[in-house]
């Protein structure tokens, strides 16, 4: 018998967390793309339908799947390590950027959005260039994905300029 690819339970969680996350945005009002080829710091791509038309608001996204979440402050939130690359890469996008938590066996998906997180967090700035590879971030728990998400509209249509520096703006 030939010997063939195993599967694990990393790529199962990976699996079915990106599908969560489609699932939970409302195909009426949102576009999905999976981002395919080299990951470079984004999963997905959703786009925002408005009075039938494509409005070209977008939200791109970092997806991350877990069983086991690290949830603190009588579970409030989520302390995720995300890379500093990531969050360097999120911090230079125009678009906002989202991470997405999904807790795959409740199948909830909550978010955070990336830029908002650290223009309230002007002091996390520092912390990314002192050679360290992860920063905690804090999820709250009750920003969920689903057919409330008048929130996540509103992100869509935000902009940002000035890049991963403390000056980090919306654009006017």
Known sequence: MPKLPKDCTARQIGSKARQ????RFNAARWEFHEITG??????CLLELIEDNEFSNHEIKGQIKGSRNFNYISNRKFISYSLDVKTINYGLNTPEPFLLFCVDVDDEIV????LQEY???HPELFERLHNNTSTLAVHVPTD?????????LQEIAKESYVGGATPNLHKAQ
Do not use: A, K, S
Not at 38 to 43: I, K, N, Q, V
């Open 20 to 23: 969560l996350v489609h699932m």
């Open 143 to 151: 920003y969920i994905v689903g057919e409330d998400d008048f929130e």
């Open 118 to 120: 650290f223009i309230q």
């Open 110 to 113: 909550y978010y955070l959005p």
């Open 38 to 43: 080299t990951d470079h710091g984004t999963d």
